[in-house]
């Protein structure tokens, strides 16, 4: 089955720990984001990749990492440096960067903090 | 001005009503305009393009009013199963940036 996993589908952090979120798709996209959701709110943009070796910042960037060394795969830490990192967070992909192509989601990794 | 603006409701709605959601949006250069579905605690997931000339697919009809800068969703016989939120999506010309709504929810009851 073509789609996007991510994992885990629940994680905790420490005080002061990185973590990484994964994020696989097997639809031969080339764009590919991540968005964090906080309850109530609506999805924001943390970093995209429109190419494998090339990403850029979102809206909420700070505090998180990203790499894009294969076009399959797009993960994300989560660093300390975010002092509020529990969210919902959200992978998705687009066959490429086009205004009118939709974007389709992994079924997301819930992080809190211990 | 909010990029992407909706009614964060809750629509109570009984079962076979027909409900409308509409979504404003401020960049009147848009290009693109989609409507996701999210359950609760779950991914979004889309429900359909809105076109120009406006789309249907079953009970669903998608509507795009220029104008206005406004688009619509309309949903017909209403099924407990279409409780969710709805998502209103933007992608604004030139930039790489698609603009999420905050969604409406719906509920709709027996």
């Known amino acids: 089955d073509g789609g996007i996993t991510q994992s885990p589908k629940y994680l905790f952090r420490k005080e002061g720990q990185n973590v990484t979120l994964s994020c696989e798709q097997n639809l031969n996209h080339d764009a590919m984001y991540w968005y964090r959701q906080d309850p109530g709110q609506g999805l924001r943009l943390i970093y995209y990749s429109q190419i494998v070796n090339d990403f850029q910042k979102g809206d909420i960037a700070e505090g998180y990492s990203v790499s894009r060394e294969k076009k399959e795969s797009f993960p994300l830490t989560v660093t300390s440096a975010q002092k509020n990192p529990t969210a919902f967070y959200l992978c998705a992909s687009s066959i490429r960067r086009d205004d009118n192509q939709p974007q389709h989601f992994g079924d997301g990794t819930r992080l809190s903090i211990l | 001005r909010k990029e992407v603006e909706q009614d964060p409701g809750p629509f109570n709605v009984p079962e076979g009503a027909t409900v409308a959601f509409n979504c404003t949006y401020s960049n009147s250069a848009s290009q693109s305009f989609f409507w996701y579905r999210q359950d609760c605690r779950k991914e979004p997931k889309l429900l359909m393009s809105?076109?120009?000339s406006g789309n249907e697919d079953g009970r669903f009809t998608a509507q795009l009013n220029r104008a206005s800068q406004y688009i619509s969703l309309l949903i017909r016989d209403s099924k407990l199963s279409d409780s969710a939120t709805y998502l209103c999506?933007?992608?604004?010309?030139?930039?790489?940036?698609?603009?999420f709504g905050a969604g409406t929810r719906l509920f709709v009851k027996a």
């Open positions: 809105v076109y120009s």
């Open positions: 999506v933007v992608n604004p010309p030139g930039g790489f940036k698609t603009i």
